[in-house]
C-alpha cells in the first residue's frame, strides 16, 4: 500500500544550522512528491515537487529536496536554517488519480 | 488574486446537527479536495472532486459526503455530526496532476 513517512516528529536546531527533514514512501508506480509547509495558525503551502529528471529540485524560501529511488526518500533540506523557517512540514505523495497522501508531519524549531 | 476560501472559519455544533463547510475557489481549477487534519496523524483524505458531479471517495469517507454542482463551489457534509468529527477541515483545489495544490485557511470544527 502507498505511505509516506515522516520518522521525526521534532526537530529542534540552532540558528544557522543546517536542516534535512526526512521523508520516506512506499509506491509501486514512479511517485510524484511534494513539501508542504504550514506556519502557526495558518494554511499549507506548496514548497517544491518531484516529478521527473534532476534528482534533486528547489523550491521557494530557499529549500531544496533530493529524491533518492535507491531508499525511496526525499529529504528536504536548508543550509543556513533561520528562526522564521520554524513551522510544521508535510511531505507528500500523489498518487496516479491524484489523491495525494501526506506525511504526519515534521515539527521544525529554530533557536535564535 | 488565487484564493481558496473556507466558510465559517470556526464552528461549534452539537452531536446529531447537520453540519455544512463550504468552500470555493476562484482559480477555475476542476479538482478539488477536503481533508481533515487531526494531531499527530497529518492530513487525511475525505473525498477527491475531479469537477462538478464527478466525486470519489478518499481514506475516510464514512460519516461525510459531499456536493458539487459549480466548478467552483464544493461542500462537505456531515450528517448527525458526531464528536469524534472534531477536527480542523481543510479544503483545497489545484489544477490537476502533478500540479500544486492550493489550501484554504481551514475550518475548525468542533462537536459537542
Redesign the interface.
Known amino acids: 500500500a502507498q505511505s509516506v513517512d515522516q520518522p521525526d516528529a521534532h526537530v529542534t536546531l540552532s540558528e544557522g544550522a543546517s536542516l534535512e527533514l526526512r521523508c520516506s514512501y512506499s509506491y509501486s508506480a514512479a511517485p510524484y512528491l511534494f513539501w508542504y509547509v504550514q506556519y502557526p495558525g495558518q494554511s499549507l503551502q506548496f514548497l517544491l515537487k518531484y516529478i521527473t529528471g534532476d534528482t534533486v529540485v528547489k523550491g521557494t524560501k530557499g529549500f531544496e529536496a533530493e529524491f533518492r529511488k535507491s531508499n525511496s526518500s526525499f529529504n528536504l533540506k536548508k543550509s543556513p536554517a533561520h528562526w522564521s523557517d520554524s513551522a510544521k512540514y508535510f511531505c507528500a505523495l500523489e498518487l496516479g488519480n491524484e489523491k495525494i497522501t501526506f506525511g504526519a508531519g515534521t515539527k521544525l524549531t529554530i533557536k535564535p | 488574486d488565487m484564493k481558496v476560501t473556507q466558510m465559517p472559519r470556526y464552528l461549534i455544533k452539537r452531536m446529531g446537527e447537520n453540519v455544512l463547510l463550504e468552500c470555493g475557489q476562484d482559480m477555475s481549477h476542476e ?1 478539488m ?1 477536503w ?1 481533515r487534519q487531526d494531531p ?6 475525505i473525498y ?1 472532486s ?1 469537477d462538478v458531479d464527478s466525486n ?1 471517495e ?2 475516510i469517507p464514512k460519516g461525510y459526503r459531499v456536493s458539487r454542482k459549480k466548478r467552483e463551489h464544493f461542500s462537505l457534509i456531515l450528517d448527525s455530526a458526531k464528536t469524534n468529527q472534531t477536527s480542523v477541515y ?1 479544503c ?1 483545489s ?1 489544477s ?3 500540479t ?7 475550518t475548525r470544527l468542533t462537536v459537542v
Request: overall charge negative.
Open positions: 479538482t479536495y481533508y499527530g496523524l497529518g492530513l487525511q483524505l477527491i475531479y470519489s478518499g481514506d481543510f483545497a489545484s490537476g496532476q502533478n500544486e495544490v492550493f489550501f484554504g485557511k481551514g
